[in-house]
């Protein structure tokens, strides 16, 4: 798996993380629209087009969704969406990628751009998929509570370094992680005795 293609997929969350949290309230609708735009940019580039890629799709629709509400909500509500839908959005990312991994594993899709169709149904490329779809479910859940308690903090203090350890410092550790760990372990599996293997699949 080609961790180029996960940073890709990742893209508008990290457009939307970074333009949420520099531009001022009233620009959440734009933060949302250019992360949409980021969304549909990589399913427009990405091969196969079609069908689209989970993850892919799943952002297009929360960023759209984040979009309209930015651009139709009063300036409280606005405000509210700024500080915390811009904070949250990696706990409602995360959880769909976990919720999908019984019909999907997202990471599935891209490996499969690099693995021959004759292993897209072994049990150890079934597992690996599952395995780093939920550690990234994990992974991006984390980074939105991250993110929450750096929006509360900024609530309580005028201090920064709560807010550059938790919403910078801290997401910037799980996601450097998570990548390494998508290189390694599928070389880790794949390189163990066949009967270690059988013996962890489940």
């Given at each position: 798996?080609?961790?180029?293609?996960?940073i890709?997929?990742?893209?508008?969350?990290?457009?939307?993380?970074?333009?949420s949290?520099f531009l001022?309230?009233g620009?959440?609708?734009?933060?949302?629209l250019?992360?949409a735009?980021t969304?549909?940019i990589v399913?427009?580039t990405?091969?196969?087009?079609?069908?689209p890629?989970?993850?892919?799709?799943?952002?297009?629709?929360?960023?759209a969704?984040i979009a309209?509400l930015?651009?139709?909500l009063?300036?409280?509500?606005d405000?509210?969406l700024?500080?915390?839908?811009g904070?949250?959005?990696?706990?409602?990312?995360g959880?769909?990628?976990v919720?999908?991994i019984?019909?999907?594993?997202?990471?599935?899709q891209?490996?499969?751009e690099?693995?021959?169709?004759?292993?897209?149904?072994?049990p150890t490329?079934k597992?690996?998929?599952r395995?780093?779809?939920?550690?990234?479910?994990?992974?991006?859940?984390?980074?939105g509570?991250?993110?929450?308690?750096a929006?509360?903090?900024?609530e309580?203090t005028?201090r920064?370094?709560p807010?550059l350890?938790?919403g910078?410092?801290?997401?910037s550790?799980i996601?450097?992680?998570?990548?390494?760990?998508s290189?390694t372990?599928p070389?880790?599996v794949?390189?163990?005795?066949?009967?270690a293997?059988?013996?962890?699949?489940p």
């Amino acid at each position: 798996m080609k961790p180029l293609a996960l940073i890709l997929a990742f893209a508008p969350l990290i457009v939307f993380s970074v333009l949420s949290r520099f531009l001022p309230h009233g620009y959440i609708g734009v933060a949302g629209l250019a992360a949409a735009v980021t969304a549909l940019i990589v399913i427009a580039t990405s091969r196969p087009i079609w069908p689209p890629k989970i993850l892919n799709s799943c952002s297009l629709m929360l960023f759209a969704v984040i979009a309209v509400l930015g651009f139709t909500l009063g300036k409280n509500h606005d405000r509210w969406l700024a500080t915390w839908g811009g904070a949250g959005v990696g706990l409602v990312l995360g959880t769909i990628i976990v919720v999908l991994i019984p019909v999907m594993p997202f990471t599935e899709q891209f490996a499969r751009e690099s693995v021959p169709q004759a292993e897209w149904s072994s049990p150890t490329f079934k597992k690996i998929n599952r395995v780093l779809s939920a550690g990234w479910g994990a992974a991006i859940f984390f980074v939105g509570v991250s993110r929450v308690l750096a929006a509360v903090a900024n609530e309580h203090t005028v201090r920064r370094w709560p807010e550059l350890i938790l919403g910078l410092l801290l997401p910037s550790v799980i996601l450097t992680y998570m990548l390494r760990l998508s290189k390694t372990y599928p070389e880790r599996v794949t390189h163990e005795p066949s009967h270690a293997r059988t013996s962890t699949s489940p």
